[in-house]
């Protein structure tokens, strides 16, 4: 048997399962006679005060563990225990005569139903930190034991309907092979924090504690978002060996961590990391890379319920710039629209969001809080002059570039004129990422200091194919001869102003389609931190000569299959045996490459 769910953080587990039931705390309602409402509210304030005891301290363990950032979801919880107007309403119901329990979680549905109707699956994710807050609370009110994990003994497969971001952080480190949950998405709370500390993780897996009975065995591949109830002796041995493969490439590939990136000929390529939570800085140079070459700064305002303030943006990325110590840094202004909303963005409907108003333009169209956000980075700079740079994501214009332009010159003005410590020397590029950027991107090079190319939105805007729509996912085809032209079009035209070009698309993720890129005259190349290690290996594997030759004639291909297919023979043969097509899918058009 097999159960689907979705892949919220890579990696191959196999072992015993530990069944989390669900968490029942009845609480039922009873009457508080006037004599004993004082003492109610007492033991109320109590649980209360407890909570935000064991909150804040959990909040300081994920904060030296995995960031400020993530630590700010147990702020939120707190403030959830301070909202003055739960507190009046839970007074009034005890005062007229109601149990404190009864109606303290009356008021917290009423809290969550209002997120489950939202447009926002960030702001639908809330809700599990709603429950999450209510159950603690509740826990202290009616003398409950936390559900604690006492049976993790042994090394196991975590399987619940449903953990609260603080249960999943309170789990010993070491004993979690993997979580399987049944609800949750990619941004659930627990998915991040599943991934922030290298733990596989499946969540959205219907039916998963039916499938799995106390005593049984899983085995679960966090790439794919797959989980298999007892697997049998093959099975068993096909995830092992897997497992073990994923175990000998990283040592193949920790034994080049810090070498650069370099042909057999000579020509050296930069190699960022990709990142989306400021807590994952150290990841990028565990995996050897060169510096962060797109750090996507959404997470900051998507999260939450209103707009992230300067000072609250600039300690951020000033922890990621130092982080970083001198490694260059590469932050996209915010890429907000599309399906990435938040409600108090104002966003109105929209029939086609991905042709709407999204990326620059809402940018554009919201300019305090690009300002805001470009007068943190400017600020941030300051701790390393020079290695901060910039850029926009979405371009369709040189209007928009020169309008953005003109605001970043007006946020420098602002701060040398209040005598505020900046980097004025910032450089300031644009993500390629529609047709339009390809075909100006001469005259686009004559305003922007490089061009990172984001791929995922390129090929989907050329092809005209939703990159997230699943029944187009055999047709979305980043090898299409139309959008390797498109590269090599926009390569050409910032060489001949000078200027340097990235790819940080998932294409740059894929080491057989990076030899390509690096043969269509990319000069850098970002991607996630599991991939960099196995580009790093096949950039150092290859000529740039062949490399050169093989795009040469992948471009003249008339469709996508023949450059698969040129792909499959030639660059395969040119990389080491565990980078092989055979074993990893990829630019295959097979399932997505395992990582190390
Ligand atoms: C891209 O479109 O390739 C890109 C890197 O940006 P995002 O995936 O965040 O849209
Ligand atoms: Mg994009």
Redesign the pocket.
Known sequence: MRLDGIAASPGIAIGPVLRIEPEVLSVRETEVAPAEQETELESFRLALEDSRGELASIRDSIAVELGEQEAAIYDAHLMLLDDPEMLAAVERGVRAGRNAAWVFQGVMASVAARFEKVDDEYLRERRADILDCERRVLRHLLGADRRVLLQLDEPSVVVAHDLGPSEVAQLPRGRVLAFVLEVGGRTSHGAIVARGRGIPAVVSVKGALQAMPAGSRAAVDGFRGVVEPDPDAARTAHYESRRERLRAQSSALEAMRSEPAVTLDGRRIDLGA?LELPGDAPLALESGADGIG?F?T?FFYLNRFEKPTEDEQYRTYRGVIERMAGRPVIF?TM?LG?DKVASYLGVTHETNPFLGLR?IRLALASPDMFRTQIRALYRAAAHAPGRVRMMF??VSSVDELLRSLELCAEVRADLARDDVAHDPGVEVGI?I?TPSAVWMADALARHAAFF?????????YTLAMD?DNERLAGLYEPLDPSVLRSIEHTVRAAHAAGRWVG?????AGDPHTAVLLLGLGVDEL?MSCYDLPRVKAAVRAVRLADARAIAEQAVRCDSAGPVRALVRERVDALLPGYLALEHNGGANGAPAPERA
């Not at 990172?452 to 989907?460: A, E, K, P, T």
């Not at 790819?503 to 294409?507: F, I, L, P, R």
């Open positions: 990709n797109l996507r959404e996209r890429d599309g990326g994501p979405m993500m990422e990172s190319i984001g791929s995922n939105d390129l090929v989907q990159r790819v940080c698309g998932e294409m970002s």
